[in-house]
């Protein structure tokens, strides 16, 4: 059982490239999560979904794009990376019903934009 | 919307002595859960205990116990004969009950170092 997989862990991005940030859950987790964790800070909440083909925005979810196909699938999408994107990044999960335990949280992914 | 507040960034303690990290929310909600996460050097984040808004017990895992005051607001985490693995960031978090769109909001750490 591998719960919450992040790919990469680290990257490094110039400024106005693209990439992805993948994300994947084998715990059949309805409830999936993208939080940016910036230096000294807490997490704060770029996108979530309830289940497939649902997406809503959190916090800050500027500068970024997010699908979920599938139940296991999240990924982020930065478009035209900017420095203020650099971050950690982690993806977390959690059931639907009776998910009141916190979340799985992924290793996260460190990004760079230079 | 909820907002977490821990108002100490750096704590150190010395090896089995004990430790309270202070946490504060603020939230116009009845049903909720309050949490601390532990994030070591190696980045992940690790559940360290839950606690039910609507349950008066404290809870408790091991050496760990919350001292939860829901009128004044305050969730402050004890960690009892501090080991050095117990060095790492912690976070309190919020939770809503219910709505379906249930999130974990954070506050902003408190950086524990266990002193040998």
């Known amino acids: 059982n591998a719960g919450v997989t992040q790919t990469p862990k680290f990257r490094i991005l110039k400024i106005g490239q693209s990439m992805t940030l993948q994300c994947t859950q084998d715990?059949?987790?309805?409830?999936m999560y993208w939080y940016r964790q910036d230096p000294g800070m807490g997490l704060k909440l770029i996108y979530y979904s309830v289940g497939a083909g649902i997406t809503d925005k959190g916090e800050v979810p500027n500068g970024y794009n997010v699908s979920r196909s599938t139940t296991e699938d999240f990924p982020l999408r930065l478009e035209l990376a900017a420095p203020s994107q650099t971050s950690v990044y982690f993806c977390?999960?959690?059931?639907?019903?009776?998910?009141?335990?916190?979340?799985?949280f992924g290793s996260g992914t460190r990004l760079t934009v230079v | 919307a909820q907002t977490v507040t821990q108002s100490q960034p750096e704590m150190s303690v010395q090896e089995a002595e004990t430790v309270t990290l202070s946490c504060t929310y603020d939230?116009?909600?009845?049903?909720?859960?309050l949490f601390w996460y532990k994030q070591p050097p190696s980045r992940q984040m690790i559940l360290v205990i839950r606690q039910e808004a609507y349950k008066q017990q404290n809870a408790t895992e091991n050496r760990f116990s919350v001292n939860f005051q829901k009128a004044a607001k305050s969730f402050s985490l004890k960690i009892s004969d501090s080991q050095l693995g117990d060095t790492a960031m912690y976070f309190c978090?919020?939770?809503?009950?219910?709505?379906?769109?249930?999130?974990?909001?954070f506050g902003t750490g408190t950086r524990l170092t266990i002193i040998p």
């Open positions: 977390a999960s959690r059931p639907g019903q009776g998910g009141y335990y916190g979340y799985t």
């Open positions: 715990m059949n987790h309805n409830y």
């Open positions: 939230t116009s909600e009845n049903n909720y859960y």
């Open positions: 978090a919020f939770m809503k009950r219910g709505g379906g769109n249930e999130k974990l909001t």
